[in-house]
C-alpha cells in the first residue's frame, strides 16, 4: 500500500516548503503559494507507486521509518545515498535480483574517497538488514556477502602555512565555510547546520540545545573568533531562516564540501576534509598551549580521550618538544 501525501511543511533546515508522496520527498520552494500548486500538481499527477518486492519500495519503506524514528540529519543522510543508489537500478528492480556487485558498481561509478564509498554501502546494506529484522523481506540478499573498503583512518593536521595557501585559491559560500571550521575547531555538521536561532551575538558563541547536540546529553557551545563572529552576523542576514552557511542558495552537504575539496586538490596537492581544519584547530591550539580539558571543552568532548590522540602528532614534531623540554626546566 502506498502512504498518503502528506500536507506541506516548511522545512527550517533547507529553508522551503516540502512534501512526502508515496514515501518520496519533493522539494516546494520557499514561497508557499507556490508550494501549495506544485503540491496540488503532485497529487494530481499519475501514482507512481511500485510492486511491494522492488528495491525501491524497500528502499521507501526505510526511509518512512527513518523520517520518524531518527534525526532529521540521520534521515537526510540515508536519503541522499540510497536516493543515489536507486537511481542506479531499473525502477522495477527486484529485492531477489539484487547482488553485491550491483552495489559495487554504483559506488565505482562515483569519485568518492575511501570513506565516502564505505559509508555509501553501508547505508545500502542497512536498508536489507533493517527490512528483514522488520518481516518485509524474508532473506537479506547481500547479507555478509558485500566487501567494503576499509574506513579511511588518515588524520592531516595543517599548519597555518599550509591554511593560507588554501585561503588562496576558496573564495565566496566555501571561503566562509573554510574559514569558520578553522578558527572555531566545530564539527563539520555543526557548521553545516547552523541557524540563526543557534547564534548568541551578545557573547560570541553558537548554542546547539541539547536535543540537537552530538550525544544529546548537554547542550553544544561553539566559540566563535572575530572572523567567524564576523562570516556569522552578515550570513545571518542573507539567510533569516534555516541554515545560515550555504552555497547558491541550497544548504552544504557532506557530499558538497567533498567535491569542492576535490577540485582544491588540483592547486594545493592534498585532498583536505572539513574535520581536517577541526582536528587542525586541536593540534595546533595544544602546540600554542591551550590545556587539554580546555581544548576538550572548545570542541565539544566530555571526555579528553579524543585530545589525547591529538597529543600523537604534537609529540612527533621534535622542535615543539624540545621547547617544551626546554620550558620544563627553565625555572631549575
Keep these: 500500500m502506498g502512504r498518503k501525501a502528506k500536507t506541506p511543511w516548511f522545512w527550517a533546515q533547507a529553508g522551503e516548503y516540502c512534501t512526502t508522496v508515496h514515501g518520496r520527498r519533493y522539494r516546494l520552494g520557499p514561497d508557499k503559494k507556490a508550494a501549495d500548486k506544485k503540491f496540488h500538481a503532485l497529487l494530481a499527477a499519475p501514482d507512481e507507486r511500485v510492486p511491494s518486492n522492488t528495491v525501491r519500495a524497500i528502499i521507501d519503506l526505510f526511509l518512512d521509518w527513518t523520517e520518524k524514528h531518527r534525526e532529521e540529519?540521520?534521515?537526510?543522510?540515508?536519503?541522499?545515498?540510497?536516493?543515489?543508489?536507486?537511481d542506479s537500478l531499473p525502477r522495477l528492480f527486484s529485492v531477489e535480483r539484487l547482488k553485491p556487485h550491483h552495489i559495487e558498481s554504483w559506488v565505482d561509478s562515483h569519485e568518492w574517497g575511501p570513506s565516502y564509498r564505505r559509508g555509501a554501502m553501508t547505508a545500502v546494506a542497512r536498508v536489507f538488514n533493517w527490512a528483514r529484522k522488520k518481516g518485509h523481506i524474508e532473506r537479506d540478499p547481500i547479507y555478509r556477502m558485500l566487501e567494503k573498503p576499509p574506513?579511511?583512518?588518515?588524520e592531516?593536521?595543517?599548519?597555518?602555512?599550509?591554511?593560507?595557501?588554501?585561503l588562496q585559491y576558496?573564495?565566496?559560500?566555501?571561503?566562509?565555510l573554510v574559514v569558520t571550521a578553522w578558527e572555531t575547531g566545530c564539527r563539520p555538521q555543526e557548521v553545516r547546520m547552523v541557524e540563526?536561532?543557534?547564534?548568541?551575538?551578545?557573547?560570541g558563541r553558537w548554542i546547539f540545545p541539547v536535543k540537537e547536540s552530538k550525544g544529546k546529553k548537554t547542550q553544544r557551545i561553539v566559540y566563535l573568533s572575530d572572523s567567524a563572529l564576523a562570516i556569522t552576523k552578515r550570513r545571518m542576514l542573507r539567510h533569516p531562516t534555516g541554515p545560515i552557511f550555504r552555497r547558491s542558495g541550497e544548504p552544504w552537504t557532506r557530499y558538497d564540501s567533498s567535491q569542492y575539496f576535490r577540485r582544491l586538490k588540483n592547486?594545493?596537492?592534498v585532498h583536505y576534509r572539513l574535520y581536517d581544519f577541526r582536528h587542525s584547530f586541536i593540534t595546533n591550539g595544544l602546540k600554542r598551549g591551550v590545556d587539554p580539558i580546555t581544548m576538550a571543552t572548545?570542541?565539544?568532548h566530555t571526555s579528553l580521550k579524543m585530545i589525547h590522540e591529538c597529543y600523537s602528532h604534537v609529540s612527533q614534531d621534535a622542535m615543539h618538544m624540545r621547547k617544551a623540554a626546554m620550558k620544563a626546566i627553565a625555572s631549575a
Design 196 to 203: 540563526g536561532r543557534h547564534v548568541d551575538l551578545a557573547n
Design 151 to 154: 574506513a579511511d583512518k588518515r
Design 267 to 269: 592547486k594545493v596537492g
Design 73 to 86: 540529519l540521520t534521515y537526510v543522510w540515508y536519503r541522499n545515498h540510497l536516493q543515489s543508489f536507486v
Design 298 to 300: 572548545l570542541v565539544g
Design 156 to 166: 592531516i593536521v595543517l599548519s597555518p602555512k599550509e591554511y593560507n595557501l588554501v
Design 170 to 176: 576558496v573564495k565566496g559560500d566555501f571561503r566562509d
